[in-house]
């Protein structure tokens, strides 16, 4: 029986559905509630913060004196003239963004809390903030932090010798420039722990949503001088993360440091407006494309310079660099880019940090690179399919003009099935047609890669201080014939444990219900970093099928002493050990055999790790929509999504499927309808989902999915992670589509959320033009 | 996003209420659906120090057409009309407007009243009560009185209701088979407050406008009617006069600027939604 590539029903979801899952919020059902105070100002000096008068019983206060001496948050890069900024646990003198938690206040409810949070005294005097990149930049600004004077926390700079005489000589340089507008990842459950102390142990055993908890655990103990061996770190069912989970943050401390303080237990779970203002944003981004061209169309040479809004901190442990150093790296995507010369800065500003949200910068320099061919096809006169194919990598592996390996993809293959399902020329004429009538339709291409399960040495080469990327899986088999599989990596809601038991169950001829993942738990599975960058399925995966061979490997030795024949001799397949010659054994009877007889078998066990650290791989992906425009209201209806997706081997196509219809929503989201907005004062304007405005269903449109399968060398189950490329792709192939929509007014769309508004401004000024 | 405490009454008669209402003072606050009360509590942005649900007032469960006027109870859902509650122009339009009001959880709970009690500018059945020329009647200490529509709209959030009162019901004339209403909005999910709306009435006389009302909703402080624009239809087919109606509309509102749409945008869908709106009349 061949268990990968089924479209299995996730073994997680039964008791989601049911409403049986167990988030935080239900671990911290009888703690003490916390509640922050927030900063209400962007950048200010604290001039008076004490407790309320009247605290009743069962309510404490702290601020940064009560806390004391702790560590503060100091993710390091060894390169790229970072600038390593501080973030202290809760602030002693100054704020630097709104909604930075300044004190706490823990009470008997959080209703109560937050009576005594509005009792609190908090004075601040108020200075001029920077809010947006050019301000944080113009000479003469005050400094964020006096550790990065002009406000740039990291910068990257690159240029290959041939760049500036291709462009001194290219036919045609097409030169554009982006926005893309500041996103909240918006997990469906936001952040939230609940910290309990073990009184006899002293060990404290933190709940907590997150994507990481070893890092978590780490970084907590060095904050708070503890031995990392009393702190216990558990995700439980987690509602979603993005990225946005990835990070220490410093709510998370202080209930670590309230736990061990009052020997007690204590929870925060987080609002809807503490995340949309305090968690963590993205893609606040500014891009200056230009591509020289030759006469055909063959792309000669690129030119990007990036501008990425870090906000007022780095985020631990993927500092602030991770979204300009993304987009300095892997620009030049899936093309062939013989020369390019790039400057990417990551801007301070008193704004909430960045952190990793799904695709990273990859949606956005997708949207740059896509929108760049589809202007260059329209000023060469062009097919907008043509200018693609003559340059996307078609030979593998290939070298990337950043030094990436580019592993076997189907670059071309991909544009060409989405060309064929979406029968361009029928479209046109429809297209004609409508236009006839007053009607707008456009099409939209997007072709990217996505670079994914990328091990250690990736990370070491942006010089971060913190480097992720291993993973460790310990397995075992029980002595009734069950599998446990400890994973390092932390699944928030992608399905792994019945994933990585399909996988599993092929390696040892059992059904994968035989298998039990246990993830999550700091005291249970072994140190790994946890489920970001489309890693889990790549490193996880390969860890766990390694383990799994190696347990392979006992069980046919354990087998071939009872059948009497030889390990190379036994086959393991429907729960049996079998011989050549007939004769098998039950894997559960076997089991048992190995764990309580062990005299005969010299002490051998079922027990396995493995290990895992891959160079990283590339799914790739085109994606298309049909969009009909209302130039009237700039209503965008998408009228066909359509994806062509290649990941590699596909373990459980339902999953894979689920996984591109979330990240196409949350690209559609950026896209058309999400930004936070900020105001001059510092102030988010978008603190509730009335105002944040977060697609529903109602705004999704039906998605159509197609799979290549090329197997790269580069990964050990031939598959390739595909979290992230759903939410990559679809800006790009939205915007092209509403610029193809809108080309008989002369528009040409640079920025996203492309929103009505947007749209009609867009109109009116071409109009205003013509 | 907890409330401040607040005390709670559920009192069984309009009486009883006003005596609450009497008793509290501006501390006081009718809920009915909560939908839009109960969040912004959640906030603080609402700390109203007494809750008095009506919820259990029978006297205020009604919805009934009689003699001509369809009279809308306090604890009438939005839910209540998604099906055409009379035949004729008006219980069509109602039906029409109620599937853009929110999402199908709030239109469960959520009043007509509470709508026009709250009076968000944004509110459909604000405008949509207002281009009818409806009739609101507020139960206070001596009874009640009556209020027009036109006279109930005096601000953002702010009404003609007098402290110590509180709005029982709401009557809306049921036009006759002579009327044509339609209505647009353009929000930018489903179940968003609309950016800009309008709601139109038209009496035709042989294809003709005879008479016209035309409410805008979404776009200032409080919805208003747009009586050019309503005037530039009079002794024309409505299909050809739509666009300069729309015109009229559009160069006559005062739109406010906000994060979700700047003034000159909603200038420009007060025109389209005008238009479309006359053009749903004509087709209903």
Known sequence: MNWV????????????????????ADVAVGARAVRFLRSPVANGRITALRPPEDMPPGSLFVSAAELGAIGTIRPMLYRFAYRAVEQPILPADRVHFVGQAVAAIVAPSAAMAE????????????????????????????????????NVAVEGVMESPEAAAAFASAPHVVEIALRSRRQNASPMEGRGGCAQYDRATGRVRLTASVQMPHMLRTGIAELLSMPEADLQVIAPDVGGGFGQKMALFPEYAVLVWLARRYRGDFAWIEDRNENLIASAH????????????????????????????VGAFSAYPTTCGVEPLMAFAEYPGPYKVPAYAARARGVLTHTCPMAPYRGVSRPVITFGLERLMDVAAKRIGIDPVAIRRMNLVDSFPHRSATGLTLDEASYIETLDDAAQHLDIPAFRERQKAARA???????????????????TPAFAARGMGVVPGYEVVDIAMTPNGEV??????????????????QLVADRLGIAPESVRVIHGDTDRTPYGWGSFASRAMVISGGASQEAADKLAARLRAAAAKILQSSADDITLRDGEAVAGNGS??????????????????????????????????????????????????????IERYLVVEDAGRIINPLIADGQVRGGVAQGIANALFEEIVIAEDGNILTGTLADYTLPSAMEIPEIEIHHRETISPFTLTGAKGLGEGGSIGAPAAIANAISDALSPFGVELFEIPATPPRIRAAIRAAEARA | MKPAAFDYHAPRTVEEAVALLATHGEEARILAGGQSLVPTMAFRMARPGVLVDINRIPDLAFLRAEDGILRIGALTRHAAFEKPVAPGPVGALLARVARHIAHAPIRQRGTFCGSLAHADPASEWCATTLALSGTLMVAGPDGQRAVAAEDWFQGVFTTAIA?????????????????????????????????????????????????????LGGIGGRPELAPDAAAALIGQLPRDAAQSSAERAAAGCDPQDDIHAPADYRRDLVRVMVRRAIEDAIAA
């Open chain 1, 584 to 637: 098998s054994i039950a894997l559960a009877a076997l089991a048992k055999q190995v764990h309580q007889r062990s005299d005969l078998f010299d002490g051998f066990n079922l027990a396995e790790s493995a290990h895992y650290d891959p160079p990283g791989t590339f799914s790739n992906a085109c994606h298309a929509a049909i969009v009909e425009v209302d130039p009237e209201t700039g209503h965008v209806r």
């Open chain 1, 282 to 309: 993205s893609r606040d981004q500014e891009h200056r494309l230009r591509g020289a061209f030759a006469a055909d169309g063959t792309l000669l040479a690129l030119e990007a310079d990036i501008l990425a809004n």
């Open chain 1, 437 to 455: 009538q007053g009607r707008y339709l456009g099409l939209g291409l997007s072709v990217f890669n996505e670079r994914t399960g990328y091990g």
């Open chain 1, 484 to 501: 446990e599989l400890r994973i390092g990596a932390s699944p928030h809601g992608q399905g792994l444990r019945t994933a990585l038991a």
């Open chain 2, 163 to 215: 402290p110590g009162e509180m709005l029982a019901e709401v009557r809306l004339p049921l036009l006759g088979p002579d009327w044509r209403c339609g209505f647009a909005e353009f929000a930018r999910r489903a179940g968003d407050f609309a950016l800009a709306m309008a709601v139109v009435a038209l009496r035709l006389d042989a294809g003709r406008v005879a008479e016209a009302r035309i409410a």
């Open chain 1, 115 to 150: 009576d005594l949070l509005e009792a609190v005294t908090f004075d601040i005097g108020s200075e001029t903030a920077l809010v947006a990149m050019d301000d944080a930049l113009h000479p003469g600004a005050p400094a964020v932090h006096a550790v990065a004077p002009g």
């Open chain 1, 5 to 24: 590539g089924r479209r299995l029903r996730r073994f997680e979801d039964p008791a989601l559905l049911r409403g049986e899952g167990r988030f935080t």
